[in-house]
């Protein structure tokens, strides 16, 4: 096997590529780096991505950064399951659904996980509920257009699914904390405040080599 990825545990960008690995059947060797003690910037790793972020992805020799990238490197070398639909009105969707959680979720969302993980949410409760009422409004319009059909694109699994399914886990175990209860965030669970979400979640969890994407400091309920 002549195939790698570099990643941190927990990372929604390197969680998205393990589970595209996985619905694809590729195998890899995975390469932990552990963020506590910055080896992402360590001189090997810089010597492999000079930004010292991940994921990276190495197949037979080639170097992929950046996760939307290396999405696009797997579906062209690897096009069987297709992440990308090769029609322009359902790749057109991907691409927006896509686009429009990296513009309107992520950022909210670590303004919540971050806090929370650090045992800070009493110091950023202001910042957290604030996210919260923005993140709020976005997961209603998930949750409105997975009323319509499976998957957050249509009828089948895409890399749509693979961006967004992270980002909410990281939410979710963030709202999880004992810590965000007072808050009243309106979030978690999700089969409460978002059910069609939650039926979705329990999809992907379902997909072939699921818990070899799991993160593995993580500990399942």
Same mark, same amino acid.
Request: hydrophobic content about 50%.
């Given at each position: 096997m002549d195939r790698e990825l570099y990643f941190i545990s927990g990372s929604p960008p390197c969680?998205?590529?393990? $589970?595209a690995l996985e619905v694809k059947s590729l195998t890899y060797t995975p390469? &932990? $780096?552990?963020?506590?003690k910055l080896e992402q910037k360590s001189p090997e790793y810089l010597a492999i991505n000079a930004r010292g972020q991940v994921p990276t992805l190495i197949d037979s020799g =080639?170097?992929? &950064?950046e996760t939307l990238? +290396? $999405?696009a490197y797997l579906d062209t070398a690897y096009p069987t399951p297709p992440l990308f639909d090769g029609k322009a009105v359902e790749t057109a969707r991907i691409w927006q659904t896509i686009c429009e959680c990296d513009s309107n979720l992520r950022a909210p969302i670590g303004d919540i996980s971050r806090p929370l993980f650090r045992g800070k949410g009493a110091e950023f409760a202001k910042q957290i509920t604030e996210a919260a009422a923005t993140v709020r409004k976005e997961l209603a319009l998930l949750e409105t257009r997975l009323s319509s059909?499976?998957?957050l694109t249509g009828k089948t699994l895409s890399a749509a699914d $693979? +961006? !967004? /399914?992270?980002?909410l886990m990281q939410l979710e175990r963030a709202a999880a904390r004992d810590e965000a209860r007072p808050m009243s965030l309106d979030i978690h669970p999700f089969d409460t405040? /978002?059910?069609? =979400? !939650?039926?979705?979640? !329990?999809?992907i969890e379902t997909l072939p080599g699921f818990l070899?994407?799991?993160?593995?400091?993580?500990v399942r309920s």
């Open positions: 969680w998205t590529v393990m $589970l390469r &932990c $780096l552990r963020n506590t =080639i170097t992929v &950064c990238a +290396i $999405l059909g499976p998957w $693979l +961006i !967004a /399914f992270p980002m405040y /978002f059910p069609n =979400i !939650a039926t979705w979640q !329990a999809q070899n994407a799991y993160p593995p400091h993580w």
